[in-house]
């Protein structure tokens, strides 16, 4: 099966901050990657797919880098709304697997 | 607008059964892969099963297979997922989504279900 780790864990961040997680597969993926945001309570929502591509009704203010093995989400001015749990998914394998996750928290 | 909708989910004992299903709204069911994905207490996102439009193909991740069946009738937009021999590690909350692409399943899940919670313990 193909692991997958996220770094941080979690952080903390102020309203207008940029975030940058990062995602790491344990084989080469190719651009086979997604981003999900989760905020409490509710569920998943596909924010990037193909590790770039911006999902429709998405804010702009997201995006997504890599390709192989590395790959970075980032947020360039961090909003309210934004506080929440960030999944990464590899689609590479049809065992497909998330990151352990990573939970940005208000400063 | 496309809209899931899960059902059937409860308590249940270590060994008994369940049946999840997912009514889907809002787009031609029949053309699109399906997905169940789960979540334990306070964990994690873990992919469970998927299958291609037409129930052709079924994909189970390690841990459910041979004791869960996924399933889908088509004519009522419906996607099920039968869970035998329930352990306790089963216990989360379950999310049917859709592929975003197509009827075969490629892996990216563009809407999902409000979730099932489902619990095995004596």
């Known amino acids: 099966d193909i692991q997958m780790t996220q770094s941080p864990s979690s952080l903390s961040a102020s309203v207008g901050d940029r975030v940058t997680i990062t995602c790491r597969a344990s084989?080469?993926?190719?651009?086979?990657l997604n981003w999900y945001q989760q905020s409490p309570g509710e569920a998943p929502k596909l924010l990037i797919y193909a590790a770039s591509s911006l999902q429709s009704g998405v804010p702009s203010r997201f995006s997504g880098s890599g390709s192989g093995t590395d790959f970075t989400l980032s947020i360039s001015s961090l909003q309210p709304e934004d506080f929440a749990t960030y999944y990464c998914?590899?689609?590479?394998?049809?065992?497909?697997?998330f990151g352990p996750g990573t939970k940005v928290d208000i400063k | 607008e496309v809209q899931l909708v899960e059902s059937g989910g409860g308590l249940v004992q270590p060994g008994g059964s369940l049946r999840l299903s997912c009514a889907a709204f809002g787009f031609t069911f029949r053309s699109y892969a399906m997905t169940w994905v789960r979540q334990a207490p306070g964990k994690g996102l873990e992919w469970v099963s998927a299958i291609s439009g037409s129930g052709g193909s079924t994909y189970y991740a390690d841990s459910v297979k041979g004791r869960f069946t996924i399933s889908r009738d088509n004519s009522k937009n419906t996607l099920y997922l039968q869970m035998n021999s329930l352990r306790a590690e089963d216990t989360a909350v379950y999310y049917c989504?859709?592929?975003?692409?197509?009827?075969?399943?490629?892996?990216?899940?563009?809407?999902w279900g409000q979730g099932s919670p489902v619990t095995a313990s004596s």
């Open positions: 998914q590899q689609s590479y394998s049809t065992l497909f697997t």
């Open positions: 084989q080469s993926i190719s651009s086979y």
């Open positions: 989504a859709k592929d975003r692409v197509d009827s075969m399943v490629r892996g990216t899940f563009d809407y």
